[in-house]
């Protein structure tokens, strides 16, 4: 029986989509930030947070996932950023092809940086590229201070980390330099930001590198999205 | 994760290649999946014999999963080695690596057919 060589990678289709969604945000100048965690870690506090002080210095727009409900659209609008909601009605990732629909919906001549907030959910983000340059892994001292070593992948396939709700440190037991130590044996390569989003302590330093990742080269912001820089 | 889903795309992907190259039946299909890339192989074996069952030109096609191991190439002594949950250090000289050589694999290599 004929054999027919076929050599191709299963989730090619969503690559293929990630792909194009990177190379037209890139030549638009704009750069992209795949923002993940697991339920609850903070993910839309932060990004609330961050656009309130960066609104007057970049134009951002977020692209919010969820599987129901547009309340983390209305909060985001509400901070200053144009915003698309998508409901995903029960896919716990989002994948490319929902991130070029989102994007028919958004004015990206006023923008030059687009960030997407993931379903909550430290497996399976991860997996599906969405044309983004730089992803970001949140972690809360609430969770447990062992996430890194039980969820590998999230944090393999990632350049940032940031470790939020250090107000809380004092009725939790956490160990911030074990989370730190156990991310970093996975990918040494990662940049670590300690942040409270309810203190406002470490946003400024998080602020500062985001805004420098927005405005610079593009080239420039790849490599420091990879944490060359 | 996702073993279902991923079943699915390897059947669509399956499916167009033999109706291209006029295939009666689909006799096996050849894959090679990392032992890194958050595929069980037991779980996809599992949903492809469902999915296949109820297609065609898939029914009751054979299927070989390799499985490759996490591998890592030490860039500082050059020696290869593998990665024990994800901490790519080089057993040799204790240095990190990020040159991954295989285990994130998600492949369909290639499918053995029977024609008309």
């Known amino acids: 029986m004929p054999k027919v060589t076929i050599a191709q990678n299963i989730l090619a289709a969503n690559d293929s989509i990630a792909e194009e969604i990177q190379q037209s945000l890139t030549e638009r100048g704009i750069r992209t930030i795949n923002m993940m965690s697991s339920p609850g870690a903070g993910k839309t506090t932060l990004l609330e ?3 309130k002080r960066l609104r007057e210095k970049a134009g951002i727009a977020v692209i919010e996932g969820d599987i129901e409900t547009s309340a983390d ?5 509400a901070a200053g950023a144009e915003t698309v909601q998508i409901n995903t009605r029960g896919a716990c990732h989002l994948e490319a092809h929902m991130i070029r629909d989102a ?3 958004i004015d990206l001549s006023s923008i030059n940086l687009l960030i997407i907030e993931n379903i909550g959910n430290l497996v399976c983000p991860s997996a599906w590229n969405l044309g983004e340059d730089c992803r970001v892994v ?3 001292t609430t969770e447990g201070d062992d996430k890194p070593a039980k969820y ?3 944090f393999a396939a990632s350049q940032i980390m940031i470790v939020n709700k250090l ?4 009725y939790v037991d ?4 074990k989370v730190k130590r156990q991310a970093l044996a996975i990918n040494p390569h990662l940049r670590i930001f300690e942040v409270s989003c309810r203190t406002g302590l470490g946003l400024d330093a998080w602020c500062e590198w985001l805004l420098t990742f927005a405005t610079h080269p593009i080239e420039d912001a790849i490599s420091i999205g990879r944490g060359a820089i | 994760m996702h073993e279902l889903a991923i079943a699915q795309s390897i059947v669509d992907i399956v499916e167009e290649r033999a109706t291209a190259c006029n295939a009666a039946h689909v006799s096996s299909v050849h894959l090679k999946i990392g032992e890194a890339s958050g595929i069980v192989a037991d779980s996809l074996i599992f949903s492809l014999e469902m999915l296949t069952s109820l297609d ?3 029914a009751g096609a054979q299927l070989r999963i390799d499985v490759a191991p996490h591998r890592a190439r030490c860039r500082s002594c050059n020696k290869e080695f593998h990665i024990i949950n994800f901490v790519a250090q080089c057993p040799t000289c204790q240095e990190w690596s990020d040159e991954i050589i295989s285990g994130v694999e998600l492949q369909i290599l290639e499918m053995e057919i029977e024609t008309l």
């Open chain 1, 152 to 154: 590998p992948q999230m």
């Open chain 2, 56 to 58: 065609s030109i898939l």
């Open chain 1, 138 to 140: 949140i972690v809360s």
């Open chain 1, 49 to 51: 947070q961050t656009v």
């Open chain 1, 167 to 170: 107000d809380l440190l004092l």
């Open chain 1, 174 to 177: 956490y160990d911030v330099e």
């Open chain 1, 103 to 105: 994007l028919t919906q």
């Open chain 1, 73 to 77: 659209a209305e909060r985001m609008e």
